[in-house]
């Protein structure tokens, strides 16, 4: 019987078997390396398939979320958002979209974020009291997603700067006025050097209690400092008390009694420190050894946020780097209200004299 020879040929694009019977005449195909020419084939060198040097497609999925504003002032808020996935793609970029409600949307600059990573921006130098809206966009090539819209509201800038040192020698702007609670009591522009400079000061007398108010009333729910110099009386005697009422009738005090002996108590020095409606910790008093006609001074410092810190220093000596004590509570109301000064006396008199007083929001 006739022997028959089977071959297999295997092609790299498919492969097909043919079966051919021949004779052990018949010559055989020559072997070869196993490979194919790649021009016959329709495969590269490297043995894949050929598509012209394009690289596949991979598909990008982006999802981001808005957060809350946090930090609001007058002119400036922190926007921040959250990355939630970023699919095939290392990272992305991440940033805002912002504008005046119903205006044109502006974009913050892009920084480079990652899936489940926060991102924040500082818009600086933006609109006081007035309503802004804001979405979070995270970017990778062709690929966007944006966060809902949200908004928020800028505090209203409250803009005061004000002194007087009476160096005209009359009752400047705001006007002074002194009201007597008990027997006499009057103020008087007096000629005087203070430290700071000047020719003239604010002087008190009473015999009993006085208020002296600002004519001029100011807001106090923002970020201030409080400031001034002040002349202790050249004798101490009996129960001298030398306040500052801010913020509104018994809201915050500024305490700078002098001296204290009366009812048979021990003579002694009272240590200046803060009290008021406002407080719920009035952080202390300061310790001071007042010295009798030597010029001081306080400055009162509120944060904005119901901080309220004090520091009371000598004219000859250098400020304190820091406030010496801080107390805690509410922020005042955005009612206004007038700067009083409060001398009061008892079983003789006193005088004070004031250099200036300064009011600045911050």
Partial sequence: MERRKFIATTMMAGVSTSFAGCSENDSVPEETDGTDDPEESGTSDNGSEDTDGEEPEIEVTLSVETNDVIEIAETKATLTGEVVEVD??????????????????????????????????????????TEYEFRAVVQEADETDKGESKQFETDELIDISFSDDWENGNFTDPLWEGTEHYDTGYIEVVDESTPDGGS??????SDGGLSIASEKEFRWDA?????????????????????????????????????????????????PNLSGELLDNSGGNIDVD??????YHAKCHHDGEGVYSLKVWQSDEAEPSSYQITGTGATPSSEESPINMDPHVAWTD?????????????
């Fill in 88 to 129: 095939g793609a290392d990272s992305a970029e991440g940033y805002f979209e912002w504008r005046q409600n119903d205006g044109e949307w502006s974009d913050t600059d892009p920084e480079s974020v990652e899936a489940g990573s926060e991102f924040s921006t500082e818009l600086m130098d933006i609109d006081d009291a």
């Fill in 290 to 295: 007042w010295e009798e006609g030597e010029w």
């Fill in 200 to 205: 003239h000061a604010l002087s008190s007398y």
């Fill in 350 to 362: 006193m005088r004070v004299n004031v250099a200036y007083i300064s009011y600045e929001t911050k």
């Fill in 223 to 271: 970020a201030w400092a409080f400031e001034t110099l002040f002349k202790v009386p050249d004798e101490l005697g009996d129960r001298m008390y030398w306040r500052y009422n801010l913020c509104g009738d018994d809201q915050l005090t500024v305490n700078l009694g002098f001296h204290d002996r009366g009812l048979g108590a021990t003579e002694g020095q009272l240590s």
